[in-house]
């Protein structure tokens, strides 16, 4: 049963510390999304990759948040430092080529 | 800019009666793909059903249809025969940047279902 994995589901941080958030895209998918999902903003894309390679970012602050893909069986989100404001669910998508997504169950990350 | 507008916050139906919910979006693209995804209380994002815009013929999955209005840039969803797990927020989305996954989503419109 193919699936998006994402680690960890839920997440309780202090304000300030560094935030690690992985995804396990479905073996063979090529392209990876990040998206972010707040009441006030709804769903927001955070970062795109394809064949590992960041193609947009745009939708990211840079000064605090970067993402990236080791290799192909992993991608990470990092926050430092973390904000209250990052409080949200994150997802993960994964798709082949410019087939649908599938997205992962998310991390919900509440900074306090 | 690509936009995707849904104006319906909330709906709520009957069980097995039918229910349709509004999806309209703008795109300067001539080929595209629409989607529409469900969200129930886990969480998990769940693709219901997608359309290409080149096919006339709207697209179909079980109980779930869409109505494909290109030239007025609408892609409603028609669920019959409601159940009550089709209880969720469900969004509409549309491709855009060149990639079919890489997508701009609506606001979503919770739907409840009423036994």
């Known amino acids: 049963d193919a699936r998006v994995t994402q680690t960890p589901r839920d997440k309780v941080t202090e304000m300030g510390q560094e935030v690690t958030m992985r995804c396990q895209p479905i073996?063979?998918?090529?392209?990876v999304f990040w998206y972010r999902q707040t009441m006030m903003q709804g769903l927001e894309l955070l970062a795109y990759f394809r064949n590992r390679a960041p193609l947009d970012d745009s939708g990211m602050p840079k000064d605090r948040f970067s993402a990236e893909m080791p290799d192909a069986t992993l991608a990470t989100l990092k926050i430092q430092p973390s904000e209250p404001r990052d409080s949200a669910v994150y997802f993960c998508?994964?798709?082949?080529?410019?087939?649908?997504?599938?997205f992962g169950q998310g991390t919900r990350l509440t900074v306090v | 800019a690509q936009t995707v507008t849904q104006s319906q916050p909330e709906m709520s139906v009957q069980e097995a009666e039918t229910v349709t919910l509004s999806c309209t979006y703008d795109t300067s693209e001539s080929d595209y793909y629409l989607f529409w995804y469900k969200q129930p209380p886990s969480r998990q994002m769940i693709l219901v059903i997608r359309?290409?815009?080149?096919?006339?013929q709207n697209a179909t999955e079980n109980r779930f249809s869409v109505n494909f209005q290109k030239a007025a840039k609408s892609f409603s969803l028609k669920i019959s025969d409601s159940q009550l797990g089709d209880a969720a927020m469900y969004f509409c989305?549309?491709?855009?940047?060149?990639?079919?996954?890489?997508?701009?989503f609506g606001t979503g419109t919770l739907l409840a279902v009423q036994p």
């Open positions: 989305a549309l491709p855009h940047g060149g990639a079919t996954n890489k997508l701009i």
């Open positions: 998508a994964s798709g082949f080529e410019n087939t649908e997504a599938f």
């Open positions: 359309q290409e815009a080149y096919k006339q």
């Open positions: 073996l063979g998918h090529n392209t």
